[in-house]
Structure formats: structure tokens, C-alpha cells
């Protein structure tokens, strides 16, 4: 089975400030592994994709496959990043989600 | 391209009842997968739908049901309606021929039971 786990469900850090992210999953396979967004009235919507491996709005992520994580990062936080994170699964053309980390940025 | 779009926006419902919920995919998309987001929770897969048949299915009852439509829309049906039925509903759509690619997501279906 698939599953994936964001031990936070709150994450606040001040402006400027190094942020990580927390994603474990737990899959027989290779992964493909997701970081989704939800901004304020806003719909889910693709952060970056590990395959990628490109950075989107200073965040990054690294499949580390040892420790079967997917931390997302960012070295310098800004009051934009203020949203809801989702790190996801793809297995069998499905997603598997995290329960998701609210990152809260203040000024 | 208006992307994923999902109708209703917002549903009330009694336990018993029975409801529709609709999705149009993303233009060029022929996949659509549907999920149920509790309050507090991640989206958890429903099913989904390509060349109109279920392709796969999530740990969900049959009261859960669905369609696709020659357009690639879908419609999703939830019977004999539980208070725990109560969430959001998102619609993705996706190419099936380019598989783990990114799904598009609409804005959800906000289904409250009474």
C-alpha cells in the first residue's frame, strides 16, 4: 500500500526565515512524487514534480530514497509562501496525499 | 482555457439523498479521477474514469458511482448519502497516455449533509 506522511500540520516562521517541509512516503515501487499548493481561494495547483528537479518560486525538493523522504525547502521564506502544502504520491496513474502542512509566514 | 470545472459549487443534502456532482476536464484531457477531501484532510482518491469505464478505484463503498461521458466529462453519484459524505469533492483531469503527469484539479464541490 501507498502512503504518505506530513508529521506537521502547522509550520510558522518569520519572514526571511529557512523553511523545510516534512514528506515521508512508504511505496514498493519508484515514485513520483508531487508537492501541491493551495493558496488562499485558490485551487490545488502543481508546485514542482521531483522528476523535474527544477526549483519553482525558490522552493526545492529532493527525492532522497534511502530515508524515503521528499522534504520540501526554502532557503528564504516570503509572506506569499503563506498557503497550504500537500506532498502526493503517483502510483498506478493515481495520487496519494498527504494530510498536508499549513505554512504560515510573518512579516 | 478554463481549466477543470466542477458544478455545483456548494451542495446541501439530507441523510438518504442521493446527488450528482459534474466535472468538464481540462481541454485536450481524456482522464478523469475524482477525490474526497474531508475537513482537515489530504484528497483521497475516489476513482477513475477513461474511454468512459472506471480504470481504478480507491477504498470507497459502491454507494459511490460514477460516469464518463464521450466529451471525457464525468459526472459523480453518491447514494443513501452519510453525514460523513460531508466534504469537498475535487475533479482532476489528466492525459492518460502521459502517465504521472501533473493532474489539473478544479475548484471542488462543497457537499454539506444535514
Known amino acids: 500500500a501507498q502512503r504518505v506522511t506530513q508529521p506537521e500540520k502547522l509550520l510558522s516562521v518569520f519572514k526571511g526565515a529557512p523553511v523545510e517541509l516534512k514528506c515521508n512516503y512508504s511505496?514498493?515501487?519508484?515514485?513520483?512524487l508531487f508537492w501541491y499548493v493551495q493558496y488562499s481561494r485558490q485551487r490545488l495547483q502543481l508546485l514542482l514534480r521531483?522528476?523535474s528537479r527544477e526549483s519553482i518560486k525558490g522552493f526545492t525538493a529532493d527525492l532522497n530514497k534511502g530515508e524515503t523522504s521528499f522534504h520540501l525547502k526554502k532557503p528564504f521564506a516570503q509572506e506569499e509562501d503563506s498557503a497550504m502544502y500537500y506532498c502526493?504520491?503517483?502510483?498506478?496513474?493515481?495520487?496519494?496525499f498527504g494530510k498536508g502542512t499549513m505554512l504560515l509566514v510573518s512579516p | 482555457d478554463a481549466g477543470v470545472t466542477q458544478s455545483p459549487t456548494h451542495l446541501i443534502k439530507t441523510r438518504g439523498q442521493q446527488v450528482t456532482l459534474r466535472c468538464s476536464p481540462k481541454?485536450?484531457?481524456?482522464?478523469v479521477s475524482w477525490y474526497q477531501q474531508a475537513l482537515g484532510q489530504g484528497p483521497q482518491f475516489i476513482f477513475q474514469?477513461?474511454?468512459?469505464?472506471?480504470?481504478q478505484r480507491g477504498n470507497f463503498p459502491d454507494r459511490f458511482s460514477g460516469h464518463q461521458f464521450p466529451n471525457y466529462s464525468s459526472e459523480l453519484n453518491v447514494n443513501a448519502l452519510l453525514l460523513g459524505d460531508s466534504a469537498l469533492y475535487l475533479c482532476?483531469?489528466?492525459?492518460?497516455?502521459?502517465?504521472?503527469?501533473?493532474?489539473?484539479f478544479g475548484d471542488g464541490t462543497r457537499l454539506s449533509i444535514l
Open positions: 482532476a483531469s489528466s492525459l492518460f497516455t502521459a502517465s504521472n503527469q501533473p493532474q489539473h
Open positions: 511505496y514498493s515501487g519508484s515514485p513520483e
Open positions: 521531483h522528476i
Open positions: 502526493a504520491l503517483s502510483g498506478y496513474s493515481t495520487l496519494t
Open positions: 481541454s485536450g484531457h481524456d482522464t
Open positions: 474514469y477513461y474511454e468512459e469505464e472506471e480504470r
